[in-house]
């Protein structure tokens, strides 16, 4: 958003306003003259599951004939990557947490902002960490404070905006709580609610230490346990607390499993295992997919976010880098914001995923209005009835409800020591 | 002469791929380490931290705690099964067979395979509604799935096979004129098993044993899994520093595990020493 | 011997260690017909050879083929790489020799490191050295250091008392080193040999924690399996399951079929 626009944003402003901007033709999509002889070039790109999809390369290649060859790994076992054995791609697709540690190590190199197209178009979120003027920076590894650098090689990240770029910003998310209502009675409002001792036995958190205890924290702060001066980077007393807390929970038999993958959410769901979770709204669709009740329940005291997106290696350079910048500019130019949209996630670039959705599709994810016909899956299948509406509403809704980010914290070794106690207790 | 020819092969790749990065291991367990990268240095804070923490003495006793019970179930259950196969099968061709029908099951990815034991022992698995099906119980039992019995359970699945095949290898090469001459000598079945098999089947016992014990100890997956991420091992503990690139810790973490089995190795080897009986 | 009762005991035994062998498996198939909404777990959602076609069709995310094929073939290389080594090394241990006791205690150590570590030495170590990682090169490597410690201590338990007496028959007929082997020590050894054969392809073909840093760009499967866990996952995983479980028994009915027809004709 240009400074001007920014000022006039209101709810679903930005929305309105990247409306009317497509509207008036100054978009004109992404650039069509692509260079000849980037055609041949072969992009490797490491990335999770989340976004490491085969209909991405597919179409890079109708579009703009670059070969993206894609490996899907964990989440943990690419920071290893990326910090050790940079050599083995071009292209990383990664979280902002990672990055806060990954960046540092010195194997990626900043991105230049001029080179692309849409960077101002990118959601303020990821610049100025407010999807609003007026609203809250949220807590936490917010994107923006690792998301830029002085230069080209620099590895220490700016607090304010920068011509380089550690990641363009691809995918973002707010998580909350899931639960099944069919094994539920009673409306659930708050975190604290996941700690409800009528759920024991049948209640799951992350096991990701730096997203375990945000979850954590978020409950205790509902439960009127603990109010921590910054929920994102605690100090060493608010981990005791914090950790003390769970490992009682734990004590207790209040906790069914952790889950560490997307995978093992939906099945613990799925199973009835569990009822109550942290849990990722596609996850909670995947379960709704299979004929059973699942609902992504907002809470009084908001969102725990994230948000990845795609770095270039440093060894990547001449015309493969031309080639990289190529495809980073595809990925905001549309067509694959739309694909991510339609899935539950969120795109960094609204106004063009815009121009590649239906009405009916923006209106349905974007803008939280029930849906005007059937809303389909990539693969076709029906994935919500016409008339549905989106748990959790508009964009705005729940993206400008975002109370942490899954976070870094300076004492990290400390809570990591803090965290083995848990899962020993 | 001929006998390094012959074992240089084996030298040479344990000295690439293992003796390069053990060391580098080691140097790294001495190394300094933030958030964000790696200090060249010599400090002993990563050992220091190892030992005096409580929760490495606590893992360190949950870890014993999965490799004895797991030990005791598969070395009883793995010798009956190799005995099976070697007095009471009859022939090479049905003893293939049946150990590759014992195999076949490890051909599916391991990871499917974890996957599905959460429909197999869940509440609304496969076990409890055959258990419920027969009357035996009438609600479904919790502790079958992310328990301790899960982890113990999971862990005789995979490793059984480790301890029969020695034992079986080794049985096989038992004088059969012996336990002929025993049985003439009127000894019945316990006795001919206690004196005459179990004395040879040592070294077999022994193997078997150091496979399971050094799985057990190592494992991070199983125990994760079949817990659901409530329990803690070794493997575990290192695996966790390692995913959040505290590699400095988790190679002070491995030298410590890395000696602890050594030793248990040793002393396995000291009660039977499989080379001395070659 | 045991009795009749002992037998029926054993076999009894052997049975249910069987079934308990196959309850994820006997899982896996039911599951893997699910209906096209179904899921991963129960329940049922329908009755359906859905999943079956999927599994010929691209994937949302990963690719099944490519990664079979890689793993097939690291797989072929790290057995026959297993056999050569640990037959050769067995025979070495029979003796002792200068740095035999290091040498086994190394690789008894090979066998204890944590696997994510090793993986993750070799990957440095290549790193600091600039070569690449391949899943046919460093992968190959990393499992070794796995596979190899299970021949030798195999081939060891072999070599326990295997009567020298033979060979030396064969050498005071004339026969060179080479010629003692081929026709004297390996008949003997070789069903173990097929064991360690068994063991390397099982141990190799289903090993992730040493691959995952020493692959380079390339997923084996189980790789490519992990990675498809951190999204969406289908009951394909189970048709896989299912299907490589059909094909490991047709493969072994097959040869089994070949053996015995081989042997009657010899009859």
């Not at chain 1, 009822?275 to 009740?293: D, N």
């Not at chain 2, 862990?155 to 020695?166: A, D, I, S």
């Not at chain 3, 990393?142 to 190899?148: G, P």
Request: net charge positive; aromatic share 12%; proline share 4%.
């Amino acid at each position: 958003m240009t400074d001007k626009t920014k000022m006039t944003l209101g709810r679903r402003g930005a929305l309105a306003l990247a409306g009317a901007a497509v509207g008036s033709g100054t978009i004109t999509g992404f650039p069509t003259i692509w260079a000849q002889n980037i055609r041949d070039i072969t992009l490797r790109q490491v990335g999770t599951g989340v976004s490491g999809l085969n209909a991405i390369a597919e179409q890079c290649k109708r579009d703009t004939g670059i070969t993206l060859q894609l490996t899907v790994m964990d989440t943990d076992a690419l920071a290893q990557r990326i910090a050790t054995q940079s050599r083995t791609f071009d292209i990383a697709d990664v979280e902002y947490m990672t990055t806060k540690k990954t960046y540092p190590v010195g194997t990626m190199q900043a991105i230049e902002k001029r080179r692309i197209t849409n960077a101002d178009k990118i959601v303020p979120i990821f610049t100025s960490g407010r999807l609003t003027p007026t609203s809250q920076v949220a807590q936490g590894t917010a994107p923006h404070t690792v998301g830029f650098v002085a230069n080209r090689l620099a590895t220490a990240f700016e607090p304010t905006q920068t011509e380089w770029m550690t990641l363009i910003p691809t995918i973002y998310n707010a998580d909350t709580l899931g639960i099944r209502p069919d094994l539920i009675s009673r409306p659930i409002r708050n975190w604290k609610d996941l700690v409800d001792p009528a759920f024991r036995g049948k209640a799951s958190i992350v096991n990701v230490p730096n997203i375990g205890i945000m979850d954590a924290a978020m409950v205790m702060e509902s439960a009127g346990q603990l109010r921590y001066i910054d929920k994102g980077n605690m100090t060493r007393a608010e981990i005791d607390r914090t950790t003390a807390f769970l490992i009682d929970l734990k004590r207790q038999g209040h906790f069914r499993a952790f889950w560490k993958t997307f995978d093992e959410s939906v099945n613990l769901m799925a199973s009835g295992e569990v009822i109550i979770q942290s849990m990722w709204s596609p996850a909670v669709a995947a379960v709704r997919s299979r004929g059973i009740a699942c609902v992504y329940q907002p809470l009084e005291e908001g969102y725990r976010a994230w948000g990845g997106g795609l770095g270039i290696a440093r060894h990547v350079s001449g015309l493969q880098l031309d080639a990289a910048y190529e495809y980073l500019n595809w990925y905001l130019s549309g067509w694959v914001g739309a694909y991510l949209n339609r899935q539950g996630y969120y795109s960094a670039v609204l106004e063009t995923a815009r121009t590649q959705m239906s009405a009916p599709e923006w209106d349905f994810w974007m803008e939280g209005k029930p849906a005007a016909a059937d809303i389909l899956a990539p693969d076709g299948r029906v994935m919500e009835r016409a008339g549905t509406v989106r748990d959790g509403g508009s964009f705005t809704e729940r993206m400008g409800r975002v109370s942490c980010w899954n976070s870094v914290m300076n004492e990290e070794r400390y809570m990591v020591q803090k965290w083995n106690e848990f899962i020993a207790a | 002469m001929r006998a390094w020819f012959l074992a240089a092969p084996l030298a040479l790749v344990l000295a690439a791929f293992l003796l390069v990065p053990l060391a580098m291991l080691v140097a790294v367990s001495f190394y300094d380490y933030d958030s964000f990268r790696l200090i060249p240095d010599f400090v002993t804070t990563n050992y220091v931290e190892v030992f005096g923490s409580m929760v490495t003495w606590r893992t360190y006793g949950k870890t014993f705690f999965f490799a004895g019970i797991t030990w005791a179930i598969t070395l009883l259950v793995g010798f009956w099964v190799a005995y099976y196969l070697a007095f009471v099968v009859e022939g090479t061709g049905k003893r293939t067979v049946l150990f590759l029908l014992c195999t076949i099951p490890f051909w599916t990815s391991n990871l499917i395979r974890m996957i599905a034991w959460v429909p197999f022992l869940g509440r609304n698995g496969l076990a409890n509604r055959a258990l419920q099906g027969a009357g035996i119980t009438d609600q479904p039992l919790e502790f079958l799935l992310f328990s301790e019995f899960a982890v113990v359970l999971a862990f005789v699945h995979l490793y059984t096979l480790f301890m029969v095949v020695p034992i079986f290898n080794t049985m096989m090469r038992v004088d059969r004129r012996l336990i002929e001459a025993a049985v003439d000598a009127g000894a019945g079945f316990w006795r001919v098993l206690w004196f005459v098999i179990l004395p040879l089947c040592k070294p077999g016992i022994a193997i078997g044993s150091i496979f399971v014990i050094v799985l057990v100890m190592g494992d991070f997956v199983t125990v994760r899994l079949m817990s659901g991420g409530q329990s803690a091992s070794v493997g575990l503990m290192i695996s966790n520093q390692i995913s959040l690139l505290q590699y400095p810790a988790a190679a002070a973490n491995a030298v410590v595990l890395l000696i602890v089995v050594l030793m248990m190795v040793a002393a396995i080897l000291r009660i039977v020493d499989i080379r001395k009986e070659l | 011997m045991p009795g009749r009762l002992g037998r029926g005991l054993l076999t009894a035994l052997f049975v249910a260690f069987v079934l308990f062998l196959y309850g994820p498996t006997l899982t896996i198939v039911v599951l893997s017909f699910q209906g096209p909404d179904g899921g991963l777990t129960f329940p049922m959602n329908g009755v359906s050879l859905h999943w079956f076609r999927r599994l010929f069709e691209r994937q949302a995310v990963g690719d099944f083929g490519a990664s079979i094929t890689r793993s097939l073939a690291l797989a072929a290389m790290v057995t026959l790489a297993t056999v050569v080594i640990s037959l050769a090394a067995g025979m070495a241990f029979r003796r002792r020799f200068v740095g035999s006791a290091a040498l086994f205690y190394l690789t008894i150590t090979s066998l204890i490191l944590p696997s994510i570590l090793v993986g993750l030495g070799i990957g440095l170590a290549f790193n600091q050295a600039e070569i690449d990682t391949h899943w046919w090169g460093s992968a190959l490597g990393a499992q070794l250091t796995w596979t190899l410690p299970f021949g030798l201590l195999i081939m060891l338990a072999v070599f326990n008392r295997f009567d020298g007496a033979w060979e030396e028959a064969a050498r005071d007929l004339g026969a060179t080193s080479w010629q003692s082997f081929a026709h004297v020590v390996l008949p003997i050894v070789a069903p173990s040999v097929i064991g360690i054969a068994l063991f390397g392809f099982t141990l190799s073909f289903d090993e992730f924690a040493r691959t995952m840093l020493t692959a380079g760009t390339d997923n084996t499967l189980p790789l490519e399996i992990l990675g498809m866990t951190t999204t969406v996952t289908t009951p394909v995983l189970y048709a896989l399951g299912t299907a490589s479980t059909l094909v490991s028994f047709l493969a072994i009915g097959l040869a089994l079929a070949l053996l015995w027809r081989a042997r009657r004709q010899r009859a």
